[in-house]
């Protein structure tokens, strides 16, 4: 046995059943790359995507949420927010002692939600014999598809009491202001009115429509979409703020009595209309304005627009001999004549291709000034006008405010028409002296000859006296606008003018005992719209008194009354409402008032009223 035996030494296997000595051996790389799962580039491309769709995103998101968040807003708000109006009282309107001419009465107005009207049909019947509204119109307002509809606006108290009564689903009440003019026609075409919203239309109404008219109270609450309140939801209230009330200078007294002079003065001279107007020359304040026909404001819409509109201020007529006041007074304060000069005055006169007549047929005269415009003759006017010269014959007729409108502060005014002197034609320098060919407003006419009181002043005419604000406060308004365009001298020179007119001329149907009146007459034919002159008059008045310290002064204009001279219509109408104005102002006597009437019976006995 002693034979050797060599041993190998152990053979170990690895998971490859590849045998190894001592280690397993290590496999043979791999000639290949092992390959990537996604490429750099689109990594960039996948982030610059995002980059972009977060940026295209927070865009976006600014626009909604700052540029067009507040539109977005308003949307939300108007699906959720209700607000609910309050119509402010208008201001009141009263005369200068504080007696109301307009004023703001509440109504009821009756609507409907037709979301809530339980039988349209049924609603309807009930509705329509109280409201006089027709079942159809009610039918379809009570099936509408909103939440709101008018059926009525201020409507009478008996009216909402009997609707109140009915107790109908759906149907509710809603307190509204209505203006309401106590004095019915008193000074209508002065105040004007306002509409069925409280808006002014017309007159005094209208021009201060944006002080009267006050602001509305807001009432802001949230809703959900049947209408309904959201619990424990904000709302805002802001109470309605009255608006602020005005004074007229108007003296409601007087007002009314002229109106009732003036209606009086339309029947009796079969005229088809007439405007009257009182002022206080020394302040421009107008303490009475009336036309005639009238109408009623508290129903507008039964009365046509011509009867609402303020005659005083915005229509214009020809003047006829009241405009001689231009003439007499230029010519004057030129210093081209005196009252004592004297003129050869025949009863015709021809100026280019024109003839013009006296109103009476008469040998040739001498008369002075003083008597050309005592007797209203055309033809020593036109002479006087001749000399004057058309320039200045231009010129004052601007100076007295023909051709620009007054200032009053009215809706409407008219400027009225003046020729400018370079229009001028062959026989204009005729047809200005004596009142043809120009228009004026009665409101200017007025004005021109209140200069004349002034001593030579003339002075803006104004209506509104003073406001209220809603605290109480009174504020008067600032004085009016003046300038001079006349001496003291010529002043004086055509108030004894004047004087004469009334104590021995065409205008003694005007004197007032106790009183010396100064004034002028005037007879004018009417133009037709085709040209030419028709057969219809416009007769006027116009004066101031007491003569040599006036307080008052008036106009009265009668649309082709008969008898048509002014004399014998408009100066007796001139008459009963200066009379009463004295009075009512407390203006005393001048002088014994019984010596006045014996003198004035006398001087009228053998004197008809003049022929203009």
Known sequence: ??????????????????????????????????????????????????VLAFAAMGARLFVLQVLEAPAYAKIAAKQRVRTVDFPARRGAIFDRSGQALALSVDLQTIYADPLNVANAKKEAAKLSPVLGMGRSDLVRKLSAS???????????????????????????????????????????????????????????????????????????????PAGRP?????????????????????????????????????????AIRGTAIVMRPATGQILAMANAPDFNP???????????????VSDVYEPGSAYK??????????????????????????????????????????????????????????????????????????????G???????????????????????????????????????????????????GGVWVQPKLLYATMGGNGKVERTPPPDTRRILSRRTAAEMTNIF???????????????GYEVAGKTGTAQEPLPTGGYGNRYRATFVGFAPAQHPSLAVLVTLDDPTPIWGGASAAPTFKTIMQFALRREGVPPTGNAAKAARAIAASQSGNAPGHD
């Open 298 to 312: 508290n129903r507008p819409q039964d009365s046509p627009t011509a009867l609402q509109r303020n005659l005083a």
């Open 404 to 454: 620009s409108p007054t200032g009053l502060d009215f809706p409407g005014e008219s400027g009225g028409i003046v020729t400018p002197v370079k229009d001028w034609t062959g026989p204009t320098i005729a047809t200005v002296p004596i009142g043809q060919g120009v228009a004026v407003t009665p409101m200017q006419l007025l004005t021109a000859y209140a200069s004349i009181a002034n």
């Open 146 to 224: 909103n939440q709101f509809q008018y059926l009525a606006r201020k409507v009478p108290p008996k009216v909402s009491r009997a609707v109140k009564k009915l107790n109908l689903a759906g149907i509710y009440l809603q307190r509204e202001p209505r203006r309401f003019y106590p004095g019915g026609r008193l000074a209508s075409q002065v105040l004007g009115f306002a509409g069925v919203d409280g808006t002014g239309l017309a007159g005094t109404e209208h021009q201060y429509n944006g002080i009267l008219t006050g602001t509305p109270g807001h009432l802001t609450l949230e809703q959900d």
């Open 1 to 50: 046995m002693g034979r050797n035996v060599r041993r190998s030494s152990p053979r170990s296997w690895d998971n490859k059943g590849v045998t190894s000595r001592g280690s397993a051996r290590r496999k043979a790389p791999s000639s290949g790359r092992r390959p990537k799962s996604l490429s750099t580039g689109r990594l960039i491309g996948l982030f610059f995507f995002f």
């Open 325 to 402: 006041l231009v003439t007499a007074s230029g010519a004057l304060e030129e210093k081209v004549v005196t009252p004592r000069t004297t003129f050869s005055v025949p009863e015709s006169i021809a100026v280019s291709d024109r003839v013009f007549h006296d109103a009476e047929i008469h040998s040739t005269e001498t008369l002075t000034v003083k008597q050309i415009i005592e007797q209203s003759s055309n033809v020593g006017t036109i002479e006087m006008g001749l000399r004057l010269g058309a320039r200045k014959l231009y010129e004052y007729e601007r100076k007295f405010g023909f």
């Open 499 to 513: 004087a004469g007119v009334v104590k021995r001329g065409t205008g003694v149907a005007a004197q007032i005992p």
């Open 230 to 270: 959201l619990p424990q939801a904000t709302f805002h209230y802001s109470p309605p703020r009255q608006g602020t009330s005005l004074f007229l200078t108007l003296d409601k007294t007087l007002q009314y009595f002229t109106e009732l002079t003036l209606k009086r003065a339309l029947s009796q001279y079969h």
